[in-house]
């Protein structure tokens, strides 16, 4: 396996950083990873074992920072500083960033790109799908897709509508820009049109509602190729309630789909990162 450091440089001239794991062989074959809410593209330990799996069986694997990556950090364009990190993210400015990493990859020969989110990223990734459509894409990959907006009212409890409405009455204001905290929920803090945007029902990331045991998403129900998704038993971000079972959803939403429970695994598969893996290998070449 060999690995090196990239910049890609997204169409509103934004510099992402990443990483891509190529196999010594070449490969035309790219699995491209979006990370979750507030994390990175080199945090994770599932992510690097999956970059050494994914390049044993013949696959390029990238993964990357949008500019969303962290709580809080500093991005580039055109060589001045901007605020970025998930507080001040739009979901729809990272479409922007999955186009240019697949812009990239084509770029380096690839034919064949399977998309893959983890937590936040795979609603990111479900929105560009839905968007482009694009039949370079031949499988999708979501590890943990969460119900973010039920888990943020069980974690702020009664400071998610405090929240709300504060965030409310400044979106679509010259202050829509400030930044919301709430000390139930620190050290994750968003500004008012970010929370709005993304974090309130019927937002573009509230696309696993699990919380709904009728509802039906008309985009996961749209997307014909097929879907693996990996859930830890012990993921308390997956599974808004004890005892809950998001099979259901899944037969409701999606018709070409295979869904594994990684017992005792948790939000970031801790531990059990080697199940992940033969989980994924083995779907791969079935």
């Given amino acids: 396996m060999k690995q090196e450091l990239i910049e890609i ?18 490969s035309a074959k790219t699995v491209i990873h979006i990370h979750g809410l507030a994390d990175n593209f080199y945090q ?12 044993s069986i013949g696959y390029n694997f990238l993964t990357f920072n949008t500019r969303g990556h962290d709580y809080a950090t500093i991005i580039i364009k055109e060589n001045k500083s901007l605020r970025g ?9 990272s479409l922007i960033d999955i186009e240019a990493v697949i812009d990239y990859v084509k770029e380096l020969g690839t034919n064949e790109i399977i998309l ?12 560009y799908y839905d968007e482009v459509k694009d039949s ?5 990959i979501l590890l943990a897709p969460s119900d973010g907006i039920t888990k943020f009212r069980q974690i702020m409890k009664e400071g998610y509508d405090y929240f709300y409405n ?7 204001t010259e202050r829509e820009n400030e930044v919301l905290c709430n000390p139930d929920f620190f050290p994750q803090s968003f500004t008012a049109k970010v929370f709005i945007e993304n974090f309130t029902e019927d937002g573009l990331a509230d696309t696993f509602r699990y919380r709904d045991n009728n509802y039906v998403n008309q985009v996961l129900k749209s997307i014909k190729i097929p879907i693996l998704i990996e859930v830890g038993t012990m993921d308390r971000m997956a599974f808004i309630a004890e005892q809950d079972d998001i099979t259901p959803y899944w037969k409701r939403n999606n018709d070409n789909y295979k869904l594994d429970f990684i017992i005792d695994a948790d939000h970031e598969y801790i531990g059990c990162e080697g199940k992940l893996c033969d989980n994924v290998k083995n779907w791969l070449s079935n």
């Fill in 9 to 26: 440089i997204t169409k509103d001239d934004i510099s992402l950083m990443g990483m891509i794991f190529t196999p010594l062989e070449k």
């Fill in 44 to 55: 994770r330990k599932f992510v690097r074992e999956l970059a050494k799996m994914y390049t």
């Fill in 85 to 93: 990190g998930a507080y001040n993210e739009l979901l729809e400015d």
């Fill in 116 to 127: 893959e989110g983890h937590s936040l990223g795979c609603s990111k990734l479900i929105n």
């Fill in 136 to 140: 370079i894409i031949k499988k999708i």
């Fill in 166 to 172: 504060m965030a409310k009455e400044l979106n679509g």
